[in-house]
């Protein structure tokens, strides 16, 4: 969660539902706790970062009901399943 560092608990509770209405995420970046790293000097790697996990939930969450929907999941696992494995992921 995002810790303010000004205004009192009820100006934090309101950023955090103003966020939540809005279906934005409050969790922590990858780059945040990172001590070799000033919030400072590297704010866009972490925002890109965290807006593209986001995306590609959402994308995933659409898609997955999309084919639900239309009784295609069946076939997506069965196509997936088919792939063979990307050589570059360990």
Known sequence: MIIATWGDETDRRDACQYLEDRVVGDSEG???NMKCISPTTIPV?????TVHLGMLKHVMDWLMSFLEQY???DKFYQLRAMMPP???LA
């Open 86 to 88: 990307y050589s570059g």
């Open 30 to 32: 990858v780059f945040w």
């Open 45 to 49: 790697p972490d925002i890109l970062h």
């Open 71 to 73: 009784s295609r999941i």
